[in-house]
């Protein structure tokens, strides 16, 4: 079909996107934080996944 390639292209564009968004945020965070870089990673994760879910939650109500 015709989205073959453009999909495989926008997966690996967002895969690497998201791959150096997470690099960098996390060694932030690993550099901010250094005494409590644990609570600092788990408090990301819960806020990233919040989001998400924010995001989907809103999809699912705002369609037609």
């Known amino acids: 079909g015709t989205w073959g ?3 495989v292209v926008l997966y690996v ?3 690497s996107g998201r791959a150096v968004f997470e690099g960098v945020n996390r060694a932030v ?3 901010v934080f250094q005494d409590q870089s ?3 990673f788990a ?3 819960a806020q990233f996944c919040l989001a ?3 995001c989907l939650l809103q999809n699912a109500t ?3």
């Open 5 to 7: 390639w453009a999909v």
């Open 13 to 15: 564009l967002e895969g």
């Open 29 to 31: 965070l690993a550099e």
């Open 38 to 40: 644990t609570g600092a």
């Open 43 to 45: 408090l990301a994760n």
């Open 52 to 54: 998400s879910a924010l």
């Open 62 to 64: 705002l369609s037609p």
